[in-house]
């Protein structure tokens, strides 16, 4: 098993930007590492997922906005978020996957003005 534990969220303006935190309580190596979204009333959403060999997957919404990176040696994952829009509000949960799915409590996102 695996404990994630995010950290980051926080309340920004539209156009700015915060850095999401994801550690890990183990190695990572074999993780395939995520983050998902879910605003309210609405059901929850893959952001971007990073593989054990470096391949990434953004959403069409994220892309060109939002960057996934993994360092294994901190066991830890980031989710750079950048240009933020008020559509980017909900709660952004941290996921790992090796044979079972994990998922991190979460950590709130408000972009408002």
């Known amino acids: 098993q695996v404990q994630l534990v995010e950290s980051g969220g926080g309340l920004v303006q539209p156009g700015g930007s915060l850095r999401l935190s994801c550690a890990a309580s183990?190695?990572?190596?074999?993780?395939?590492m995520g983050w998902y979204r879910q605003a309210p009333g609405k059901q929850r959403e893959l952001v971007a997922i990073?593989?054990?060999?470096?391949?990434?997957t953004y959403a069409d919404s994220v892309k060109g906005r939002f960057t996934i990176s993994r360092d294994n040696n901190e066991n830890t994952v980031y989710l750079q978020l950048n240009n933020l829009k008020t559509e980017d509000t909900a709660v952004y949960y941290c996921?790992?996957?090796?044979?079972?799915?994990?998922w991190g409590q979460g950590t709130q996102v408000t972009v408002s003005s």
């Open positions: 990073i593989m054990p060999g470096g391949s990434i």
């Open positions: 996921y790992a996957r090796w044979v079972d799915n994990y």
């Open positions: 183990r190695s990572i190596r074999i993780y395939s």
